[in-house]
């Protein structure tokens, strides 16, 4: 058995917190695009990655998901992030920290969920 990639959903209650944070802080670009209808909906792409966004008042009250996004560069990542879009950071985790299993990690997060960007 093979699988080629992992496409999460996320739910947020206004769909326009999610393009601010995927879109405008992040750079995903949009690939599909419903966001038009009566269910706004679309997918993001980046770099080989895919999510799924929809606007879901239910789900996203029930659902609260945490990613972890692996890089190789986390200084120029972070150094992007916060100056475009320092109220993303999180403030538990808001500068490139060495934890005690070995990876530098900073921690950004938006209205629905939580994204640990991750070095090794």
């Not at 789900?59 to 992030?81: C, G, M, W």
Request: some cysteine; hydrophobic content about 40%; glycine content about 2%.
């Amino acid at each position: 058995m093979k699988f080629s990639k992992l496409v999460p959903n996320v739910f947020y209650t206004d769909i326009n917190d999610a393009l601010k944070f995927w879109l405008d802080c992040l750079e995903f670009t949009i690939t599909h695009d419903e966001l038009k209808t009566h269910r706004p909906f679309c997918v993001i792409e980046k770099d080989g990655l895919r999510i799924n966004l929809f606007q879901d008042r239910k789900y996203a009250e029930e659902h609260h998901p945490e990613f972890r996004l692996v890089t190789d560069d986390i200084q120029s990542v972070y150094n992007k992030i916060a100056a475009s879009h320092p109220e993303f950071l999180h403030p538990n985790l808001n500068k490139v920290t060495l934890r005690p299993w070995g990876a530098q990690e900073f921690a950004v997060t938006d209205t629905q969920l939580g994204v640990v960007i991750q070095q090794w």
